[in-house]
C-alpha cells in the first residue's frame, strides 16, 4: 500500500532543509574567521551546505499560515489571505440597511473635495496589527484591506512571513489600495496610515495610495457624536454601545505582537490564526460602523437614545451648514431638561437667536431669563443675558443681573471661576465691574435725557 505523503509533511521536511541549510552556512563562516576552534572546514560539509542553500533559493516560499498563498509583486512574494464577508446580518443588527458610499463617508468628516467624484462603493477599509506603538521601529506585521463590495466586504490580508519581505508586503498593499476613492480606518490618520507611510520611506517605495488620498478616520465623528455616552471611545466600545456586537473568543490586540513573535520562532499556526480573526472582525466592524453613524446623522438616531445623543448631533450638523436640522435638535434637547446638555442646548440656541436678530432676540432673552432663575451661579448664562438686555435696552434687569451675578462671583474661590467656561479675557469679576459700571452709566445717561425731553426714552425691567 502507498501511503501519499501529506502537505504539512512536506512543508516539515523542506523547513528543515532550509534550516540545516542555514546552520551549515553559518558554521562555515565562522570557521572560516576561526570561530570555531580552529577547525578545518570540511569541503564535503561545505560543498553539501552550497547545494542546500541554492535549493533553498529555488524552493516556492512555505505557506507557514492556512489561508495564505503567495503573490508575486515588483518586490518579491508577499503572502495574502482573500475571503468575502457578507456584512447584511451586522448591518441589519446594527440598524443601517447599506455601506456608506465614499462621498456619504467623506461628509461625515469635511465636505468631499470639489470636483472629485466618488464612485459608490470605491471604499478601502484598513487596519493594521503591528509591533509596537510608537517610534521608528514599528512595523506592521499584517494589514487588512477590505474593498466594499455592495453589502459585502473583500478581504484582503498581507501577512510578514518573513521581515525581510516587508517590501513585498508593502507593495501588495499599496496594489490595492491603487483603485480606492477614500480609505477608511479607525484611528487610522494618527497610527495605521503613518505607520505604512513610514515604512514605505524606510523600504524606498513610494506611497501612491496613501499620501493625498481622501480619508475618513471615524475616531472623530464617533468622538464628536457619542464622547458622552462612550466615555473613551475605543472600537471596542462603539462596537457593543453602536452596533450591539459582541465578539466571542476574540484575541486582545495587544496580545498580537507577542503571538507575531512567537509564530516567527516556530509556534504553530493556531497561535497567530486568532490574531487573523480579530484584524478582519475590526476591518468588519469599522465599514458597519461607517453605515450607522450615516444613519444615524440622517436622523435615525442609535437606540437606546442617550440624552446627549441630540445635542452633539445637532453641533455636528452646525459645523456641515445645516442649521435648521440643527436647531430643531437644540430645541428638542432644551425640552427634554435632561442636564446638562438641557442647558448647553439653550445657551447656545439663544446665542443662534441672536445672531440672527429680528423676532429671534426677544426669544433669545426669553431662553435666558429661564436658564439664568434656574441656575444663577451659571456665569457664562447671566453674562449672555446681561449682553441681551443691554442690546435691548432693558438696562435695569441687566444691572440686576450684573449686580447679582457680581455677588455670587466674589463669593466664589478662585480655582472654581478659573474653571468655568466661556471666562472673559479680563477673568469674571473684573468684567462684572466694567460691565456694571457702563449699564449704570447709560442708565443715569438715559434718566438725564428722559429729564430734559419730558419723555420716557429707556424700558425698566418687565416694562
Not at 473583500?154 to 517590501?167: F, I, K, M, N, T
Not at 465578539?247 to 490574531?275: S, T
Request: aromatic share 4%; hydrophobic share 45%; charged share 25%.
Amino acid at each position: 500500500m502507498v501511503v501519499a505523503a501529506s502537505p504539512d509533511s512536506n512543508v516539515t521536511a523542506t523547513a528543515e532543509a532550509v534550516r540545516r541549510a542555514t546552520v551549515a552556512g553559518l558554521r562555515e563562516k565562522l570557521a572560516r574567521l576561526g570561530g570555531l576552534g580552529g577547525a578545518a572546514v570540511d569541503p564535503r560539509r561545505a560543498a553539501a551546505a552550497a547545494v542546500l542553500r541554492a535549493k533553498a533559493r529555488e524552493a516556492p516560499p512555505l505557506p507557514r499560515q492556512p489561508g495564505f498563498e503567495a503573490e508575486q509583486t515588483a518586490a518579491g512574494a508577499a503572502w495574502v489571505r482573500r475571503a468575502r464577508v457578507d456584512l447584511a446580518p451586522l448591518l441589519a443588527a446594527a440598524g443601517a440597511a447599506q455601506l456608506g458610499s465614499a462621498e456619504e463617508l467623506l461628509r461625515l468628516t469635511a465636505p468631499p473635495p470639489s470636483g472629485v467624484g466618488c464612485a459608490a462603493g470605491d471604499v478601502a477599509v484598513l487596519d493594521i496589527e503591528s509591533l509596537g506603538l510608537r517610534g521608528s521601529g514599528v512595523v506592521a506585521f499584517l494589514v487588512g484591506v477590505g474593498l466594499q463590495r455592495g453589502t459585502a466586504l473583500d478581504v484582503h490580508q498581507v501577512l510578514l512571513a518573513d521581515p525581510g519581505d516587508e517590501a513585498a508586503l508593502l507593495t501588495a498593499v499599496l496594489e490595492r489600495l491603487d483603485g480606492a476613492a477614500v480609505l477608511v480606518t479607525y484611528n487610522g490618520r494618527s497610527f495605521d496610515v503613518p505607520t505604512l507611510r513610514a515604512r514605505c520611506i524606510v523600504n524606498r517605495l513610494g506611497d501612491r495610495g496613501l499620501e493625498g488620498r481622501p480619508h475618513c478616520d471615524l475616531l472623530g465623528p464617533v468622538r464628536r457624536l457619542f464622547r458622552d455616552r462612550l466615555g473613551a471611545c475605543t472600537l471596542r466600545q462603539a462596537e457593543v454601545e453602536l452596533l450591539g456586537m459582541a465578539r466571542v473568543d476574540d484575541v486582545p490586540g495587544f496580545e498580537a505582537p507577542a503571538r507575531y513573535r512567537a509564530w516567527l520562532r516556530g509556534a504553530g499556526p493556531e497561535v497567530l490564526a486568532g490574531v487573523v480573526r480579530h484584524n478582519e472582525l475590526d476591518l468588519c466592524a469599522t465599514a458597519v460602523l461607517g453605515a450607522r453613524l450615516l444613519t444615524h446623522v440622517d436622523g435615525d438616531l442609535v437606540g437606546p437614545v442617550h440624552a446627549a445623543d441630540r445635542y452633539r448631533l445637532a453641533l455636528h450638523l452646525e459645523r456641515r451648514g445645516e442649521a435648521r436640522r440643527s436647531e430643531s435638535l437644540l430645541r428638542e434637547t432644551f425640552a427634554a431638561r435632561s442636564g446638562p446638555w438641557d442647558r448647553r442646548a439653550g445657551h447656545r440656541l439663544a446665542s443662534r437667536l441672536r445672531r440672527d436678530g429680528g423676532a429671534g432676540e426677544e426669544e433669545a432673552i426669553q431662553l435666558l431669563r429661564e436658564l439664568w432663575s434656574a441656575d444663577p451661579s451659571d456665569l457664562p448664562v447671566a453674562r449672555a443675558l446681561a449682553i441681551a438686555l443691554e442690546r435691548a435696552r432693558l438696562l435695569d434687569e441687566a444691572i440686576a443681573v450684573a449686580q447679582r451675578s457680581a455677588r455670587l462671583c466674589a463669593a466664589m474661590p478662585a480655582w472654581r471661576r478659573a474653571a468655568l467656561r466661556g471666562q472673559p479675557p479680563r477673568g469674571w469679576e473684573e468684567d462684572w465691574a466694567r460691565r456694571l459700571d457702563r449699564l449704570r452709566s447709560r442708565r443715569d445717561r438715559g434718566r438725564s435725557r428722559e429729564v430734559a425731553s419730558g419723555q420716557p426714552l429707556l424700558s425698566a425691567a418687565g416694562a
